[in-house]
């Protein structure tokens, strides 16, 4: 068997691992959940009109449409920090050291980490998207092509995410440091265009939200399903994805390798 079939092999064993792991301790996923939907529930219900008035909207429906694309990149930062958890745990329970002991591909374990991680970010978007449905989000002129580059983009943010989360997890010397280090992962959407628009914010604040990676995702994501402007944003987008997914890939390497001497 080649070093390609035998990697394959032992990363879709460790994906069923983590998969059954999270099927099993479910808690953790959806207390990350729960915090993009109350958000979403929060400010379309509690301070949608007002929100709504703010960006030169008609009514709550227009804000509602405003701030889906940033609850679903919410949604997959929020998801990632269970991967940090995850990754952090298996370091520090012992179970790292009896892989080490099995003829198993070294890179296995983390790639079965992202790879669970992509697919839950994948159902978390899915059912918060179900939810923004439910409460009037509406994408009726978004054609199939533009469907497909919006699911492509919130699959690309996700691998990003999660290899810096998973390395984040490797650096951390707990669980709760791991979750306590992954927060910017969830924290930054709230300082970007996820709820306001960076025209809105004051003038010293504008760079900060502007020049992070969820702004350009964001505004891409409102292009795609809502027909607005997307200009530049869309290949900032992919610029901060491919380079996060770089960084945070080489980053987990390092210091799973390093950790394995």
């Known amino acids: 068997m080649s070093s390609v079939s035998l990697t394959m092999r032992d990363s879709s064993t460790m994906l069923r691992r983590n998969l059954l792991h999270a099927r ?9 959940l729960l915090t993009p939907v109350m958000l979403l529930l929060l400010f379309v219900y509690i301070f949608g009109d007002a929100m709504s008035a703010g960006i030169g909207g008609g009514d709550r429906s227009d804000y ?14 929020s998801t990632t920090i269970g991967t940090a958890v995850s990754v952090s745990t298996d370091m520090t329970e012992g179970i790292i050291a009896r892989f080490r002991t099995m003829a198993i591909h070294r890179q296995s374990v983390l790639i079965g980490h992202v790879a669970g991680s992509v697919l839950q970010c994948v159902m978390s978007v899915v059912l ?16 199939a092509m533009e469907w497909l580059a919006a699911f492509g983009l919130l699959a690309l943010f996700a691998l990003a995410l999660t290899w810096i989360a998973v390395g984040m997890g490797l650096v951390s010397p707990n669980a709760e440091a791991a979750s306590n280090n992954a927060m910017p992962l969830i924290f930054l ?4 265009s996820a709820f306001v628009p960076v025209d809105a914010m004051p003038g010293w604040f504008r760079p900060i939200a502007e020049y992070q990676p969820f702004t350009p995702a964001i505004e891409t994501l409102r292009g795609l399903l809502l027909g607005t402007e997307i200009g530049h944003n869309g290949w ?6 491919l380079g996060l997914t770089v960084l945070g890939y080489r980053w987990s390497k390092a210091q799973f390798d390093r950790d394995a001497k």
Do not use: E, K, Q
Not at 189 to 192: D, E, F, N
């Open 236 to 241: 900032l987008a992919v610029g901060w994805c």
């Open 189 to 192: 959407p709230l300082i970007s």
């Open 24 to 32: 099993r301790y479910p808690s953790l996923t959806l207390n990350l």
């Open 128 to 143: 918060v998207g179900a939810v923004g449905v439910a409460i009037g989000f509406r994408s009726t002129d978004a054609t």
């Open 64 to 77: 509602i449409a405003y701030i889906v694309p940033g609850i679903l990149l919410m949604t997959i930062g």
